[in-house]
Nanobody
Framework: QVRLVESGGGLVQAGGSLRLSCAAS????????MGWFRQAPGKEREFVAA????????FYKDSLKDRFTISRDDVKNTVYLQMDRLKPEDTAVYYC??????????????????WGQGTLVTVSS
């Protein structure tokens, strides 16, 4: 099973950008569908984005697809989340997750096998 460690969170002004990274170690990274979720204070965790094992297919929360981009580098065993034009409502703890299954409704619900510890993103107005 892979182990996941997120990084790249921090404090940014509205309109700014951040790139989150999720480094994987352990078993074959390319055998996992990877995703990002977030949990804002007082709210449920929600799906943000996912990328297929091959990297050919990406999936996004509809309201974020114009500002967020997910990508993966199977040489570096890392998945990224590029976040542009950030808004205060993007403030949340962002979690990286992995599943050995293809992206489906269960993945969107957050039924994943492995999670990282999370990285905090704070967007100031």
């Amino acid at each position: 099973q892979v182990r996941l460690v997120e990084s790249g969170g921090g404090l940014v002004q509205a309109g700014g950008s951040l790139r989150l990274s999720c480094a994987a170690s352990g078993r074959t990274f390319s055998a996992y569908t990877m995703g990002w979720f977030r949990q804002a204070p007082g709210k449920e965790r929600e799906f943000v984005a996912a990328i297929s094992m091959s990297g050919d297919n990406t999936f996004y929360k509809d309201s974020l697809k114009d500002r967020f981009t997910i990508s993966r580098d199977d040489v570096k065993n890392t998945v990224y989340l590029q976040m542009d034009r950030l808004k205060p409502e993007d403030t949340a703890v962002y979690y990286c997750g992995a599943s050995s299954s293809d992206y489906d409704f269960d993945f969107w619900l957050g039924h994943l096998e492995v999670w990282g510890q999370g990285t905090l993103v704070t967007v100031s107005s």
